[in-house]
């Protein structure tokens, strides 16, 4: 694993380059160009806050504000992933290289879609102006959650990346668990709201579950975030980033061929 992170290291010009590529062709030829960074979660905000605000009438305060805050991290997460799950397999026009480090490529699908994160905060922070929710020092917090996610996204993608390429089955899967994934989330609902007996689990066994909470806590309740949801993620990215080490050490060589 640590030789896969100083390789990241040594190629970071060439993750940066890659990382600006991908975020300056993302919108290009369209009408409104960057602003779709801006466009795409505020009409999923509408859609979702129309649904379950006017429709269902989910009592939240604030429920805008609060669909948007883990909304953002959630499409960040979901769009790393359908990107990520085809970041080698489509590739075939760079690992034909030579050498070539292939960890790079799910890599800066991540890092550009969390540009995309960053760049849309401003934009939930104007929002909870509008509804008088002021930010506090609990969003101090937000580097070490974000932190956390890059390394869960990471890791997960990198091993659904390596597999897609010999099963390209895979990645028709994951767009079908994406969306039954994000319903499982509370992202349009309060944790708690799921039984007692159960949320624990839910933090658990959905680390998804556990990551979005956590910005919903530190922006929304202001209040610091449990902290072992969190430290169940690390582990569990850790672990991921491992597998996908050994996948990538063992089928480097084989990437170039299969794809």
């Given amino acids: ?9 040594n190629y970071r010009a060439l ?14 030829g369209s009408l409104l ?4 960074t801006f466009l795409n979660p505020m009409l999923h905000m509408l859609v979702y806050m129309l649904v379950f605000g006017f429709f269902m009438k989910q009592r939240v305060p604030n429920y805008t504000y609060f ?35 292939a960890q790079v490529l799910p890599a800066t699908v991540v890092a550009s879609n969390f540009f ?22 609990h969003a101090l917090l937000f580097p070490l959650i974000a932190l956390l996610q890059f390394a869960f996204t990471l890791g997960l993608c990198y091993v659904i990346s390596a597999l897609n390429v010999t099963f390209r089955d895979l990645q028709h899967i994951v767009g079908n668990v994406v969306m039954l994934w994000f319903f499982v989330t509370p992202v349009l609902y ?37 902290p072992k949801p969190l430290a169940w993620v690390a582990l569990l990215s850790f672990v991921l980033l491992w597998a996908a080490s050994q996948l990538f050490e063992r089928r480097r060589e084989e990437f170039a061929e299969f794809v």
């Fill in 67 to 101: 669909i948007f805050v883990g909304l953002l991290p959630w499409i960040w997460f979901s769009t790393s992933i359908a990107g990520g799950v085809v970041a080698i397999s489509s590739r075939r026009d760079l690992l034909t290289k030579v050498r070539f480090p």
């Fill in 15 to 28: 993750l940066w380059s890659l990382t600006q590529r991908e975020l300056n062709a993302r919108y290009r």
């Fill in 1 to 9: 694993m640590l030789r896969n992170f100083r390789e990241l290291y």
């Fill in 33 to 36: 160009g960057f602003f779709w």
């Fill in 116 to 137: 995309n994160y960053l760049l849309s905060l401003p934009l939930m922070v104007l929002l909870g102006l509008l509804f008088g929710v002021w930010p506090t020092w």
């Fill in 190 to 226: 309060r944790v708690e709201t799921i039984p007692e007996q159960f949320r624990n689990w839910v933090l658990i066994l959905n680390p998804a579950a556990a990551l979005i909470n956590a910005y919903q806590q530190i922006f929304y309740d202001h209040q610091l975030p449990d």
